[in-house]
């Protein structure tokens, strides 16, 4: 695929906003677009470099010292369990998940993993909106896991398998819009759309998809289909999601 980037695990980064106006069939292409492959290094790159600052620490209770310490403002504590701690930190406009594992009640974590969000708690959106927010409450552990990407991934993936098996080659893009639609998808950007390329996000519930669709020109039909996460939302993505988790909240 053109602008394939990281695995399904990476989570969305909101950078870049969207017109103003829902999307429609005759909307125009997107000025958000999937960024190149150098911008996906970069993050990739942040992420390794942090992992490696974390190994250096001793004890479970210096590792929030270090994110602070280089840049990272913790904006949400997922989990905290004794075998487990799990923070949300924004540095500039992108967020990361820490998962720290420790075996065996061990101070020093034996496993360390850094990862974007799929699933963002509200404080670390709104730090990501406004470089100057601070949480007015006392930070506290969400007592559900909520924003955890542990408990979503497998269902998350399910669902992305179960899509590229019916977004099969050889239709059209007014035929593979059809089966989001069916399946409950609502596409809120439009990223890319050239004579053999279209690249859409789609959203259910919580849940943001990349579908990137590699046409031939010629005859318009699609030859190959990627569904990936989203590294980089559009706004309407962003804002579909919270009127989603609003209207369940409310039920």
Partial sequence: ??????????????????????????????????????AAASVQNDE???????????????????????????????????????????????????QLSFDDGASKATKIDVAGNLWRADSTEKMLKDPQYKNPNAMIVDPDARYSDRPHMQAWTDEKDQLEKVLTPKQTVDAYKKTLEQRGYEITSVNDREADYVEYEIVKGDNSYEVQIDLDPTTKLGKEVDVTSNLWEAESTDRTKEANEDAQAQR
Avoid: F
């Fill in 1 to 38: 695929m053109k602008k394939q980037l990281l695995a399904a695990a990476v989570a969305s980064l909101c950078v870049t906003a969207w017109a103003e106006n829902p999307p429609s069939d005759s909307m125009k292409t997107s000025p958000h677009s999937t960024p190149p492959t150098s």
């Fill in 48 to 98: 390794n470099q942090l992992e490696l600052k974390l190994k250096d620490v001793q004890n479970r209770a210096d590792y929030a010292k270090v994110l602070q310490s280089n840049g990272y403002r913790i904006s949400a504590t997922n989990d905290d369990e004794p075998d487990y701690l799990e923070y949300e930190v924004v540095k500039g406009d992108k967020s990361y998940e820490v």
